[in-house]
């Protein structure tokens, strides 16, 4: 299934975000480790759900019946299914990378020494805002694709009925990808609200506890996997 592409690429992404992780757990005064682990664990969930809608698309193609293969039953162009989302969620991607860079740029090191966390905090503010800004978009995507994922599979269930060949697989995989749309959902909408923090506004508390970061970040990515 070559259209899994974008699940390997995540698995990647995290695979060395969490190494990075460790890496600056074990010397918190390298900067580099903390920031290459906190951008790779902020992005690698975007390649989780375009590989949800490559799946969706190839199971509405496999399973829907001709006479119903149009905007009108499906809420979506079935022939751009694919490349709707993906744009969509390239776009937000594209937006949370510049976000993302901006921040990390303000946390670099400082060849002069004269810099404060304050003054960071300040600077970091744009690309705080352009980050939350992509998050939203990427919310807004996950739940419109859940929305029209969850009501093909109401609206196909009479088609089950039907042998297909593949022992009503695609069935399962239906609620497969409805599931960890809506995990991918519920980690974007943590990330969101845990982004915009500093010592004046924010949900200080999603910063300042680990067991936050496993649960509502970590652990649904996991299942999704």
């Keep these: 299934a070559y259209f899994f592409w974008a699940t ?3 698995i990647v992404m995290l695979d060395l975000g969490f190494i990075c992780r460790l890496v600056s757990a074990y010397d918190e005064q390298k900067e580099s480790p903390f920031l290459a682990s906190w951008l790779m664990i902020l992005l690698a969930p975007s390649f989780l759900a375009a590989a949800c809608y490559t799946a969706f698309s190839r199971v509405v193609w496999f399973s829907c019946p001709t006479h119903a293969l149009n905007f009108k039953t499906l809420w979506c162009f079935p022939r751009y299914i694919t490349a709707t989302f993906v744009c969509f969620d390239l776009f937000s991607f ?3 990378l510049v976000g993302a860079s901006q921040i990390s740029r303000q946390y670099d090191e400082d060849m002069q020494g004269n810099r404060t966390i304050a003054s960071s905090e300040r600077k970091a503010l744009p690309g705080r805002i352009i980050l939350i800004l992509g998050l939203v978009l990427q919310v807004l995507c996950f739940l419109s694709f859940s929305i029209i994922s969850m009501r093909y599979f109401y609206i196909s269930r009479h088609w089950a009925a039907h042998d297909l060949g593949d022992l009503h697989l ?3 995989l239906g609620y497969t990808i409805n599931l960890s749309s809506v995990l991918i959902a519920l980690r974007a909408f943590y990330r969101t609200i ?8 924010g949900l ?5 506890h680990e067991w936050c970061f496993w649960v509502f970040d970590a652990a649904p990515v996991l299942a999704v996997l």
């Design 204 to 208: 200080l508390y999603l910063q300042s």
């Design 8 to 10: 390997i690429i995540a």
């Design 170 to 172: 695609w069935r399962k």
């Design 194 to 201: 845990e982004i915009p923090h500093d010592r004046n506004y």
């Design 94 to 96: 594209l937006i949370q």
